[in-house]
């Protein structure tokens, strides 16, 4: 055997053994595929919710082999009553819906809280499907006041919605994360529902702001620009949770994905249906996505393949793709459903759909939060069951019409 043989072979085995285990049923239908994944996502969370109800605060990961609960203020607080609003969807079991009223009603301080930029993930993923599926009054009133909180976040020297606050010895004076994205829809929402343009302007206008300063010439995003709240001149660009200011974290790119095509249905916009494309052919087509299109938790990562997986991004980019397809040609919407389906089929298979009673309850493994920071790596994290239950649900409603 020649050297170059020698380490071809070498670097194959450690990519078999990086790569979780992979297997599905053979020939599984898309109805087959949906239904499988709601039963044991039933299954696994009628096994969740016995152990954490009683309890104060709501599940995002499993830290040390049990459940960790987290209050209202933090991020990931609406997911889990969002996974039980879709169950409810998918199964019509009123035990989900009463559930899910449940949690959402615990989510009640967070429409005031002026601390967040995350105000869209807490009350959309909550309230908003919550008021989607039974036109609670309550639940609409709850978004307003969400969206009139947000607002006050806004600087129109930048452009943009302030993410973070600052804390001590911060260097930022303005930050704006990729994430920022995903809180948009609860303004536009707004703007249609309490007829204030306001909202709908704000969300536009950083949008707008994202497009032009997170995005290299390529479609991969940066995590975070920081800007002068003064001037809204740029001061930097970061990669905070990724591997480096210059990589492509793979969750900073499912969600400007989702937020582009989320914005293009909200506004029809054509530059931001053009920057959804751009993002998508990037994901989509990266030499080093793996072959089941689970991305590594940054594709910079130069541990590759002996990096971690992150099952959070492919169940995002699944669930955007999924409604990128609906404002596509009918060749690139096969394309994106094609792509989502097989990143579902992946997520449903036992690599990475838990066994029931297993994963702490949750449904999706090897899912990645904070890497440089050590936190949340190869764990099961809320908001993964979350946009996997959506995209179940989507892939559902696509199936029915093509």
């Not at 009350?123 to 009054?137: H, V």
């Not at 959070?312 to 394309?335: H, M, N, P, R, Y």
């Not at 579902?344 to 899912?367: C, D, M, Q, V």
């Not at 440089?372 to 908001?383: C, R, S």
Request: hydrophobic fraction near 40%.
């Amino acid at each position: 055997m020649t050297r170059n043989n020698a380490r071809t072979l070498l670097a194959g085995i450690a990519l078999l053994a990086a790569a979780p285990a992979f297997a599905q049923p053979a020939n599984e239908s898309t109805a087959a595929l949906v239904k499988r994944g709601i039963d044991a996502a039933a299954k696994q969370y009628a096994t969740l919710l016995p152990k954490v109800q009683s309890k104060e605060g709501f599940p995002r990961t499993v830290e040390n082999g049990e459940v960790k609960l987290v209050g209202v203020r933090d991020w990931t607080s609406g997911f889990f009553p969002g996974s039980l609003w879709y169950l409810f969807e998918a199964t019509g079991d009123k035990k989900w819906r009463a559930a899910a009223q449940d949690y959402t009603a615990r989510m009640a301080p967070a429409k005031f809280d002026k601390t967040q930029h995350d105000l869209g993930f807490m009350l959309g993923a909550s309230y908003g499907n919550g008021y989607r599926l039974t036109k609670n009054p309550n639940y609409r009133d709850a978004l307003l006041a969400g969206a009139t909180t947000l607002v006050t976040r806004y600087n129109p020297k930048v452009g943009s919605i302030q993410s973070w606050d600052l804390w001590k010895n911060s260097t930022w004076a303005f930050p704006v994360i990729i994430d920022n994205m995903m809180n948009l829809e609860l303004l536009t929402w707004s703007a249609r529902e309490a007829k204030e343009p306001y909202y709908r302007d704000v969300a536009l206008t950083h949008a707008d702001t994202t497009i032009k300063n997170h995005f290299r010439p390529d479609g991969s995003s940066v995590h975070l620009v920081d800007y002068d709240p003064q001037t809204g001149a740029i001061r930097g660009k970061v990669t905070v949770q990724g591997n480096a200011d210059s990589s492509s974290w793979a969750r900073g790119q499912a969600w400007a994905l989702y937020g582009y095509t989320m914005m293009y249905r909200e506004t029809k916009k054509p530059e931001y249906l053009q920057q959804a494309h751009k993002i998508a052919a990037f994901f989509m087509n990266h030499p080093r996505l793996p072959q089941d299109k689970v991305p590594y938790w940054d594709f910079d990562d130069a541990a590759i393949p002996n990096a971690p997986r992150d099952s959070s991004a492919a169940a995002i980019t699944a669930s955007a793709l999924l409604e990128l397809a609906g404002f596509s040609d009918k060749a690139t919407a096969q394309k994106y459903r094609d792509f989502a389906t097989a990143q579902l089929r992946s997520l449903a298979s036992p690599a990475y759909l838990a066994a029931t009673g297993e994963n702490g309850g949750f449904l999706l493994k090897h899912a990645t939060g904070h890497k440089p920071a050590g936190k949340e790596i190869d764990v099961p994290l809320n908001y993964a069951d979350y946009y996997f239950l959506e995209a179940l649900l989507r892939l559902k409603a696509a199936s029915a019409t093509h």
